[in-house]
């Protein structure tokens, strides 16, 4: 079933006219420079645009220097097609938002759409009109650095929140009256490479492909998504670029994909280093066949297709739907009519007061509340504070990898922040030691700090550098001598509030045992001090939610939360209640499946967050005990806020299929509402089921709806929360090839 929402209509009888009138005047090789991704306006660069061999121009940055090169080619080439300008604004264009994993714990898909209306906003100012991202790579290696990229380890979250960036960058044109595009990434199972080293292979079924890495990219299909990248790993023995079962069986064929087809950067010339292709032409050759539209940046297609279309080697026909593509793109854009940015509105919009106030309100929800022993937090503004660490006066590091022209110098520190919340002369500071080198020679003035105040805020943890593309760490925990530095301010036996900046999960087992309050505040964006500020002083409550798994230890990864049961797990799951087997199994060696050195919990488990109250779940119901394998049923708990601050929790449903045609997950997020609540308040969160949520790829990778007995959940975390069961009956209800 088809459920695409394309905002583009690939059929308008007056854009494909235009575009037929013009791929009629065009050359072979004008064709084939519509395929043609080129990175900045440098001076090679610039004499392609004049030979309109550039489809895509990208790094170039300001209205002034896109209306340049734009002019080159709408002025200087021979037909005079404007160029598609792209950047990586991915937390924002100039006011930087939280990285995308933070936005995902927040758990608010208006919030994160919010975000894209504005990135795009600022972007179109700036002459840019397309974006590589959302990144929807399902990830569960935290040693992988793009994790920072994406939505964490949940397939279900990672559909969410692609979706709602999708609808926020299409949201621009209300806003700015000008056509965005976006383009999700990297298609498919990036997140998947092992050891989690960045551009290594991908080893899965195409079952746990269908189950767990594809449906977000197909959640961003349906919602309308006009570009998709192809991912630099192999799968099933192709690297992406060259891989015609995702390209076109089931991106194209499967699924409807009308758009563009990006390659990701120098991937068609990796091809020969993959092993694959023994020369550019048969590169070339490779990834037109899989499916390839746009060779990003390797120069393959622009120094080799015109000679294997000539030879007989490539057909035509491929390069002109390649063309068609990309010029129907740049019509429906409004490109050949309007292809100048206005001048003067990069002023008035780029890191404006409203922007900025909606960076600092994502970066609120998007921190998550670890521990908080004794109450500490919220801390009063009165009395003496020691902001101590390496980050704790660091600008760069919140601002995370993408930051596109986010400035290290426009960033509020925690030290800022925390200096303007409670005024600067209450506050102490000291670095204690660098982040990554050096000795102890600054723990003396950090320890003096923490004796002479009353509290003290530590902050620590990776720079902008130490996660993103490309950076991947075997060793999780805090870089450098930061434990060192932790450790020597603890022991003044001053109350310690932990604040960590960094762009993945850290294993840090220690900290997360030994310090009173430890808030996860990840890279948070420009206005990360003031949001960090926000909650340490309790001018709102804490309400992110982790949606990544955190380990006790590198060597518990990959660890999350919906594993399968295995035949002898660790922990018991429960099944034997609703089955007909004995309620103690018998395991000769009960720690098979855990290490013998750590336990088979967590530090943190997937969707855990503390607040400065508490909420209590109750009156689970199920609109229904059974239901037909097409039906729905309907479940729906009370959420009560039992403390005496206002709080906003994210209610979580999780179901469990416990006997299936395949082994299931122990269990899977199905859905989420976060809900305000004043002290003493009470809501309503419901929840439908149907096919969608029910359903599974199965052993022959057709999507069905199998009969037996279900499971299901409503909490505040994966682990435990109000349970109930309901049953599908019949027979399995094959859904065709996805839901």
Not at 27 to 41: R, S
Not at 271 to 296: E, F, K, N, R, W
Not at 381 to 387: N, Q
Not at 630 to 639: F, I, M, P
Request: charged share 20%.
């Amino acid at each position: 079933m088809n459920h695409t929402r394309s905002r583009i209509n690939w059929n308008e009888p007056e854009i494909d006219r235009r575009v037929r009138a013009l791929l009629a005047r065009m050359t072979l090789a004008e064709k084939i420079g519509q395929m043609v991704y080129k990175d900045g306006a440098k001076d090679r660069a610039e004499a392609l645009i004049r030979a309109g061999s550039v489809g895509i121009l990208a790094n170039v940055h300001g209205a002034d220097e896109v209306n340049r090169v734009q002019a080159i080619a709408v002025q200087e080439s021979r037909l005079g097609i404007p160029l598609l300008t792209g950047n990586d604004v991915i937390q924002g264009y100039r006011t930087i938002f939280p990285i995308p994993l933070a936005q995902a714990s927040s758990w608010n898909c208006e919030l994160i759409e919010r975000h894209a209306t504005i990135a795009a906003t600022e972007a179109i100012a700036a002459g840019t009109r397309w974006t590589c991202t959302p990144m929807v790579d399902v990830a569960r290696d935290p040693r992988w650095g793009r994790i920072a990229e994406g939505a964490g380890e949940d397939t279900w979250l990672n559909c969410a929140v692609g979706r709602a960036q999708v609808r926020g960058f299409q949201a621009a044109e209300a806003a700015t009256g000008r056509r965005f595009l976006s383009c999700v990434k990297h298609f498919a199972a990036y997140g998947a490479c092992e050891a989690g080293r960045d551009y290594d292979t991908v080893d899965i079924s195409e079952n746990t492909l269908r189950n767990v890495y594809l449906p977000p990219f197909r959640a961003c299909v349906d919602e309308g998504i006009e570009t998709v990248m192809a991912s630099f790993n192999e799968i099933l023995g192709r690297p992406a670029a060259a891989n015609h079962f995702l390209l076109t069986q089931i991106l194209r064929e499967e699924w409807g994909f009308a758009g563009l087809i990006v390659t990701d950067y120098n991937a068609v010339y990796e091809l020969m280093t993959h092993g694959i292709a023994g020369s550019p032409g048969a590169a070339a050759c490779a990834a037109i066949a899989a499916g390839v539209d746009v060779d990003m940046n390797a120069d393959i297609f622009l120094g080799n297709l015109e000679k294997l279309v000539t030879s007989g080697r490539v057909a035509a026909a491929p390069i002109e739907g390649s063309a068609y593509r990309m010029l129907y793109l740049k019509f429906w854009l409004g490109l050949f009519d309007d292809p100048y940015t206005p001048a003067g509105r990069e002023a008035e919009v780029l890191l404006c007061g409203a922007h900025r106030e909606a960076a600092r309100a994502l970066a609120r929800q998007s921190m998550v509340l670890l521990r908080n022993e004794g109450g500490l937090l919220p801390l009063p503004s009165t009395g003496r504070i020691a902001v101590v660490g390496p980050l704790a006066d660091d600008g760069d590091a919140p601002l995370g990898w993408w930051r596109c022209r986010g400035r290290a110098e426009e960033t509020v520190t925690v030290l800022e922040g925390i200096r303007q919340a409670c005024g600067a002369a209450n506050v102490l500071h000291a670095a204690g030691c660098a982040l990554t080198e050096g000795g102890r020679e600054g723990f003396a003035d950090a320890v003096a700090a923490a004796q002479a105040a009353d509290v003290v805020v530590l902050v620590l943890g990776e720079s902008a550098r130490m996660s993103g593309e490309a950076h991947s760490r075997a060793d999780l925990g805090l870089p450098g001598r930061q434990e060192e530095l932790l450790r020597a301010v603890h022991a003044t036996g001053k109350p310690l509030v932990v604040v960590l900046i960094n762009g993945r999960p850290l294993a840090t087992p220690w900290l997360a045992e030994n310090v009173s309050a430890l808030l996860e505040a990840w890279q948070p964006g420009t206005e990360g001090g003031h949001a960090v500020a926000d909650l340490l002083f309790g001018r709102c409550s804490p309400s992110g939610k982790l949606v990544v798994t955190i380990p006790r230890a590198a060597g518990q990864v990959p660890v999350y939360y919906n594993r399968k049961t295995t035949g002898r797990p660790a922990v018991d799951t429960g099944a034997w209640q609703y089955l007909d087997m004995p309620p103690r199994p018998f395991y000769p060696e009960p720690d098979t499946t855990r290490h013998l050195d750590l336990p088979a919990t967590p530090q943190f488990p997937f969707g855990f967050g503390l607040s400065y109250t508490w909420f209590e779940y109750r009156d689970l119901q199920l609109s229904a005990a059974a239901i037909p394998s097409d039906g729905r049923v309907e479940v729906s708990a009370t959420v009560r806020n039992a403390g005496e601050r206002p709080g906003d929790e994210v209610a979580q449903l999780y179901v469990q299929d416990v006997v299936g045609s395949i082994t299931r997950p122990v269990k899977e997020l199905r859905g989420f509402r976060r809900i305000s609540l004043r002290p003493g308040e009470e809501g309503r969160v419901e929840f439908s089921l149907g096919r969608a949520e029910l359903g599974f790829f199965d052993a022959r990778n057709e999507f069905v709806v199998e009969p037996g007995l279900f499971r299901v959940w409503i909490g505040g975390d994966s682990i435990g929360g109000l349970e109930g069961t309901f049953v599908v009956e019949g027979g399995a209800v094959s859904c065709g090839c996805g839901p």
